[in-house]
């Protein structure tokens, strides 16, 4: 009886605004109590008068009393309110229990029935991993709900009565759990419903009146909430993170992809001249030995007839000698006279003849030219080997999480310093103008408000249209317009152009589309052409892409294409050459070099 009158008194000590208990509460002069907030922006109402009123008594005060908070009253009010929340509890408590026994008496009841008439194969039997229902006797069945208020699990027959009974119908259903105990506070034996952000752990409600009291506690769906959205921002992070790494991952591939293509490029044109440096010199040496060959039968054949005729007189001068022998041995006087006077005259005809001496013949001035030869070239190779300093190629970019790729071994400069002298870009203007090719523009494809002059190596931005005739290569959408050659093998051009306006120089395989402004016409807007832009600034264009280029623009530029090797390269034309913009790929078609004109005039200029 005490606690009920008590609990009536507590109307007195409602706020006259808010019509709760007082929070903060504070006593104004004339005795009344409010909350210190609802008489603050009460009184906040009353400063532009300067007068002040109790709201319950209207009486006034000048000036705005200083408000003080009651403590005395604050300390009733505290007990006031936990006198509640424990009614409130114990009330929760006794009609819990209420309805466990009543729901442990319906069940058991039931348990009986479903046992004798449920079908066995209407449940399923718990396999591993799967909870069993509590209230199944023998066998288990496999729950498939658990009940926060009966801190049990039910399987599909002894789940029924929380969707018939009025009583068990107010219970919370969850998902099926082995660790339910867990949701329950193992002090008060109640469902953690709220979450303590101060401890940041879940606690009941009777934990906010004990351990936490005075601590930042909300309910577990309102901070399920607020997590939520940051749950949201951080998966859109993540996204983005993705994103940008698929991205990286997609244009690292295609530098990969672009740099196997350009080394086995490199590695066949490396072969290639190689296998032509070595016919060059098998057929020098054939050549060589051919000249050798030459020179010994030049010397050889008077020296082989004079041989045959030596021994040819020396056959005959055997034969007279063994005549002479024969003549010695005879026994006619008279024979012995004729022979030997015949005999005599033909040996002194042959004893004035004169055998001329054979000077000899050396080669080791060819064999010398050749050592020279082979030292001279070492010396070249050992020379131009030592001007490249040893390189390393540069380490592999971080990783995140932070870890960092080993850098790449250093690579061989013997073998890469030979690929880099015969197949290095040139480096001064007068490298370049030795792959000079001679450019002129195809009327046929130029759009009709271009106008094309001096043998068709000037075009200009007219704005009006020209008297061309019909043709199915002309350009109708885009000013644009490409050369009557192709470019193949080494080829470097240069173009000049006014700075009023703007211009592109493109390079494009001739099945470019040639009729609208879509982009599939456009230089630099498709797969089909690569295309620097120039107009106050300077930009790179390929399948639409865009690639800003800090360099300010040059009236003049040169052109460097090597097609086999997949290089294009656009250079700021001075004595050194200044590079703006290198891209390498793998060209599959001969190309035709573009430009695109508005506002300017742009001109194919001649080696000086």
Not at 447 to 462: P, T
Request: aromatic share 8%.
């Amino acid at each position: 009886m005490a606690e009920t009158s008590f609990l009536v008194d507590q109307d007195q000590f409602k706020c006259p605004f808010c019509e709760d208990l007082l929070k903060d509460p504070v006593a104004i002069p004339c005795g009344h109590s409010f909350c210190m907030g609802c008489i603050i922006d009460c009184w906040d109402q009353d400063d532009q008068r300067g007068i002040y009123s109790c709201p319950q008594c209207r009486e006034t005060f000048t000036p705005r009393p200083v408000l003080c908070r009651n403590n005395l009253l604050a300390n009733v009010l505290e007990k006031i309110q936990a006198e509640l929340k424990k009614k409130t509890y114990l009330q929760s408590e006794v009609k819990k229990t209420y309805l466990q026994s009543e729901v442990k008496t319906y069940l058991q009841s039931e348990v009986k029935k479903t046992d004798l008439q449920s079908a066995p194969h209407v449940l399923c039997s718990t396999g591993p991993g799967d909870v069993e229902c509590d209230f199944c006797t023998g066998r288990k069945h496999k729950a498939i709900k658990s009940c926060l208020m009966c801190q049990a699990s039910f399987c599909e027959t002894h789940l029924q009565p929380h969707y018939e009974v009025p009583g068990l119908k107010r219970h919370t259903l969850v998902k099926v759990s082995s660790q339910i105990q867990q949701k329950f506070c193992s002090q008060h034996d109640e469902v953690k419903k709220i979450y303590c952000r101060t401890d940041q752990s879940f606690i009941c409600f009777m934990c906010t009146m004990e351990d936490h009291k005075g601590h930042d506690a909300v309910a577990a769906a309102t901070e399920r909430a607020q997590k939520q959205r940051g749950l949201k921002e951080e998966q859109r992070k993540l996204q983005q993170r993705i994103q940008e790494k698929e991205k990286k991952v997609q244009e690292l591939q295609q530098a990969v992809d672009t740099l196997k293509c350009s080394a086995q490029t490199a590695v066949e044109d490396s072969e290639k001249i190689f296998t032509e440096l070595i016919c060059s010199i098998e057929k020098k040496r054939c050549e060589v030995r051919e000249l050798i060959r030459a020179q010994e039968k030049a010397e050889l054949s008077p020296a082989e007839g004079l041989l045959d005729q030596l021994d040819q007189e020396i056959t005959d001068l055997k034969r007279r000698n063994s005549e002479l022998e024969q003549l010695s041995h005879t026994e006619d006087h008279i024979h012995f006279l004729q022979s030997f006077q015949s005999l005599s005259v033909s040996t002194g005809s042959n004893e004035s003849h004169s055998i001329p001496v054979i000077q000899h013949l050396s080669f080791d001035g060819v064999k010398k030219s050749l050592f020279d030869l082979r030292e001279r070239l070492e010396e070249f190779w050992k020379e131009q080997f030592n001007k490249i300093p040893p390189q390393r190629v540069k380490s592999c970019p971080p990783v995140n999480p932070p870890q960092r790729v080993k850098s790449c071994p250093p690579v061989k400069h013997n073998h890469v310093a030979a690929v880099q002298i015969l197949l290095s870009e040139p480096n001064t203007r007068g490298h370049f103008l030795k792959y000079f090719c001679h450019l002129t523009l195809d009327p046929n494809t130029a759009h009709r408000c271009l106008s094309l002059s001096e043998m068709n190596r000037v075009v200009r931005w007219s704005g009006k249209f020209q008297p061309y005739c019909a043709h199915p290569d002309r350009f109708d959408g885009w000013v644009q317009v490409l050369s009557k050659e192709t470019v193949r093998g080494l080829c470097y051009w240069e173009v000049e152009w006014t700075s009023k306006g703007g211009m592109h120089i493109a390079v494009s395989y001739k099945g470019i589309s040639r009729k609208g402004n879509g982009h599939e016409c456009g230089f630099g807007l498709n797969p089909q052409s690569w295309s620097l832009r120039c107009s106050s600034s300077l930009s790179f264009w390929h399948n639409n892409i865009k690639t800003e280029i800090p360099d300010p623009p040059s009236s003049r530029i040169g052109v460097y294409v090597d097609h086999s090797a997949g290089t294009l390269s656009f250079y700021r034309v001075s004595d050194t050459m200044s590079l703006l913009h290198t891209v390498h790929t793998t060209f599959t078609q001969p190309l035709y070099a573009g430009v695109c004109v508005y506002g300017s005039t742009l001109r194919l200029c001649d080696p000086k």
